[in-house]
């Protein structure tokens, strides 16, 4: 899935700072790789 704004904002993107956007890839066999990018910060989270 393409780089995009989140369109619904949660408090934990709220604290990470200021115009929040995620990119969600998926890898073979069952792997989840979202990154959330903001002014400030980044998030790499491994499903």
Known sequence: MR???LE???L????IG???QIEIS???PGIR???VS???H?????T
């Open 8 to 10: 619904q904002q949660t």
């Open 12 to 15: 934990f993107y709220r604290l």
């Open 42 to 46: 980044i998030v790499c989270n491994l």
């Open 18 to 20: 200021r115009n929040p």
């Open 26 to 28: 998926f890898r073979l």
């Open 3 to 5: 780089k995009h704004p």
């Open 38 to 40: 903001t002014d400030k």
């Open 33 to 35: 790789i979202e990154r």
